[in-house]
């Protein structure tokens, strides 16, 4: 017995196997957009000889009037399109939530086809839209197809705020005389708002990085940042690319983590209630 080796528990080797996937998953997503960012800084374009560090390649960036004004068109084009679907899709998630209708699973399976169907057909689909209606490519028609896209994930985060809505507070508002229109603007609004707010970042930032349907709504006047980055690595892969790139990740990251603040704010006054009314039971 005391020459036998000892075994290992149960599940450890594949518990060790399992993290190796995972980080090699993590290394694989995450080092490309790592070099890119070292690239901004660095005076070569290869990896291997790095060079020395240089602010260089944002010198040119912020000089290259097509890049600032793409900049530009893509933050305003974010805020119209998300202000859009925020709009729509919350008022699509109030009815289908609290309404009672025939084909409401029909319906709500509908809203998700922008993410179930090939972003390609749906581009193209709106393009042929757009040709009907006469309605000309540029900011109009990149306006309503980035609405159409993200309108989804709208849908998605205030329908899931809805689900876990406590009813009890607007019954209680309409006992104590609340008319409908003041129990929505002083009750439902404010608790609903934070969820609203968190739709809208991650629709500002789904309609910033958008490429695909971009190619097909926008003009050479009207260039999203995305289209006008595809069209540069065209002809040549330039470290101002690389620059550009960052600054696409810094206003991606950044929203996410408003996002995520948002988020644990919410949790955390959740959680703060629950404990203050265990404490009222007790």
Do not use: C
């Amino acid at each position: 017995m005391r020459g036998r080796a000892q075994r290992r528990p149960p599940g450890v080797g594949g518990r060790a196997a399992l993290r190796a996937v995972v980080a090699a998953i993590y290394v694989f997503l995450f080092l490309p957009i790592v070099a890119v960012v070292l690239l901004s800084f660095s005076e070569n374009i290869s990896v291997i000889d790095f060079g020395h560090f240089t602010l260089r390649w944002y010198e040119h960036l912020v000089r290259n009037a097509p890049v600032l004004a793409a900049l530009r068109f893509s933050i305003v084009l974010g805020i119209l399109a998300s202000a859009m679907a925020v709009l729509l899709g919350s008022l699509a998630a109030f009815g289908l939530v609290r309404g009672r209708m025939r084909g409401k699973a029909a319906l709500q399976a509908a809203l998700y086809a922008p993410i179930v169907v090939p972003e390609i057909i749906i581009s193209v689909a709106l393009l042929i839209l757009f040709v009907l209606l006469r309605i000309p490519r540029g900011t109009l028609a990149l306006v309503i197809g980035h609405s159409v896209l993200i309108l989804p994930y709208v849908f998605s985060i205030v329908s899931a705020r809805l689900y876990g809505f406590d009813r009890s507070l607007e019954d209680a508002a309409a006992n104590l005389g609340a008319t409908p229109m003041q129990t929505l603007r002083e009750i439902t609004l404010p608790l609903m708002l934070p969820a609203i707010v968190g739709a809208a970042l991650i629709a500002f930032k789904v309609s910033f990085d958008e490429v695909v349907g971009s190619m097909f709504w926008s003009t050479a006047r009207e260039q999203p940042m995305p289209v006008l980055v595809f069209s540069m690595l065209q002809f040549e892969l330039t470290p101002e690319v690389n620059a550009i790139g960052t600054v696409m990740l810094a206003v991606t990251f950044s929203v996410l983590g408003v996002y995520q603040l948002i988020e644990w704010r919410r949790r955390a006054e959740l959680t703060g209630r629950s404990a203050e009314g265990e404490k009222r039971l007790g």
